[in-house]
Nanobody, 121 residues
Framework: QVQLVESGGGLVQPGGSLRLSCAAS????????MSWHRQAPGKQREFVARITSNGTTNVADSVKGRFTISRDNAKKTVYLRMDSLKSEDTAVYSCNMNLREGSRSSSTSHWGQGTQVTVSS
């Protein structure tokens, strides 16, 4: 059973920084793309950032220049460094991984449970 567990969320003042982590566990053969998404109250979930297996990244325009996604393949972990946080960044942040489990011949998509990020003074 694959599990994704996020950590690092919390309350931060505007202009502050946080680093989110998402670690995968279970019988995993390969992890392909990893990504972060967020959902603010009353809004649909939106894409934040993505990193492929070879390290190519792309981020949403709303966070470009402020958020950085990275990964550690040995630790099966994806990170999201968030700088210059704004109140509009307040949301539940969830990670997603497209990976291949040991019992399957094709890749499947998995989500973490989410971590709350609140930007407020």
């Amino acid at each position: 059973q694959v599990q994704l567990v996020e950590s690092g969320g919390g309350l931060v003042q505007p202009g502050g920084s946080l680093r989110l982590s998402c670690a995968a566990s279970g019988s995993i053969i390969s992890i392909y793309a990893m990504s972060w998404h967020r959902q603010a109250p009353g809004k649909q979930r939106e894409f934040v950032a993505r990193i492929t297996s070879n390290g190519t990244t792309n981020v949403a325009d709303s966070v470009k220049g402020r958020f950085t996604i990275s990964r550690d393949n040995a630790k099966k972990t994806v990170y999201l460094r968030m700088d210059s946080l704004k109140s509009e960044d307040t949301a539940v942040y969830s990670c997603n991984m497209n990976l291949r489990e040991g019992s399957r011949s094709s890749s499947t998509s998995h989500w973490g449970q989410g971590t709350q990020v609140t930007v407020s003074s």
